[in-house]
């Protein structure tokens, strides 16, 4: 079993529609997550952080479930510049790191 | 603006060749990491370094990459011989902190 999985979509969605999935881990110790954005042949940048008691950025919404081991990302009134991979990341700890291997978002006009 | 920068930006060689990619982390940053990005198997982990020591490298191939930081400034990855399946991008990040990577361009290899 793959330490972070993603369900890699794609998400095909209108403008303005509300956008949301998941990414699991499999290690309860992990301590750390994050939601990275990767536009078509770029590098990944920092989207957000990923708080416990869940944590906003404009449209973007960052929840964690210990409980259930997952973090999720949702996207509010999408635009078309939202259309991207995103990429969760899980650090375990100083040593030990891992990237899933992202969802494809695509908004259409 | 500070930004990691990685050379060559696209390497296309034939099988059996030496490949070696560098990387420039961002100046202070003293953690560096290693990627490869393929569409199959998506973003993983080769190794990566603090202050220069390697610190896991468990997911790099070790009987034909090698990786190395000669110092603060240069972090190298090596393939010797390369083969077909390396074809990849592979992507340098730096950060001070496990709060935030940052990347840099990635190099494009195809291995013919």
């Known amino acids: 079993r793959k330490e972070v999985e993603q369900d890699p979509g794609p998400f095909n969605v209108p403008e303005g529609a509300t956008v949301a999935f998941n990414c699991t881990y499999s290690?309860?110790?992990?301590?750390?997550f994050f939601w990275y954005r990767q536009d078509c042949r770029k590098e990944p940048k920092l989207l957000m952080s990923v708080y416990s008691s869940g944590n906003e950025d404009g449209r973007f919404t960052a929840q964690l479930n210990r409980a259930s081991q997952y973090i999720s990302l949702l996207i509010r009134d999408s635009k078309l510049s939202d259309s991207a991979t995103y990429l969760c990341v899980v650090i375990l700890n100083d040593y030990k790191l891992s990237f899933g291997a992202g969802t494809t978002v695509t908004v259409r006009a | 603006d500070a930004r990691v920068t990685q050379t060559p930006r696209h390497k296309v060689t034939e099988m059996g060749q030496e490949v070696t990619m560098r990387c420039q982390p961002i100046?202070?940053?003293?953690?560096v990491f290693w990627y490869r990005q393929t569409m199959m198997q998506g973003l993983e982990l080769l190794a990566y370094f603090r202050n220069r020591a390697p610190l896991d490298d468990s997911g790099m191939p070790k009987d034909r990459f090698s990786a190395e930081m000669p110092d603060a400034t240069l972090a190298t990855l090596k393939i010797q011989p390369s083969e077909p399946r390396d074809s990849a991008v592979y992507f340098c990040?730096?950060?001070?902190?496990?709060?935030?990577?940052?990347f840099g361009p990635g190099t494009r290899l195809t291995v013919l």
């Open positions: 100046l202070g940053h003293n953690t």
């Open positions: 290690n309860s110790a992990s301590q750390s």
């Open positions: 990040a730096s950060t001070r902190t496990h709060n935030e990577q940052f």
